[in-house]
């Protein structure tokens, strides 16, 4: 899989089995049952950014929490809301006209 050339992308990546097989800006830590904290390169601020999960599992449900402006944690559930491991791709985009967002 080739990553995706994002003109307001500030990080991109896919998980397969808690392994980031394609990645661009940052890195995956897996830690626990459906807990994973995503890591990115360039500090992002929670107002300066819009994250995207999606997961590639039927049936599974996703929960983003802004832990800091460079680590954000990944929450992944079945269809009972019980943590569950998922493969799932992420985004994170720049919110044009931020502070900090240069556009």
């Known amino acids: 899989m080739t990553v995706p050339a994002l003109t307001n992308a500030w990080a991109f990546l896919r998980n397969v089995a808690g392994v980031a097989v394609a990645a661009k ?15 990115l390169n360039q500090a992002a601020d929670s107002l300066e950014t819009a994250i995207t999960v999606t997961p590639e599992s039927a049936g599974r449900m996703v929960r983003i929490v802004h832990t800091s402006d460079t680590a954000k944690q990944i929450l ?9 491991d998922s493969d799932f791709t992420a985004l994170v985009e720049r919110i044009l006209g931020s502070a900090t967002g240069g556009y």
Do not use: E, K, Q, R
């Not at 992944?76 to 569950?84: K, L």
């Open 25 to 39: 800006g940052a890195t995956l830590t897996v830690t626990g049952v459906g807990d994973y904290t995503l890591n």
């Open 76 to 84: 992944t559930y079945d269809d009972a809301g019980v943590a569950a």
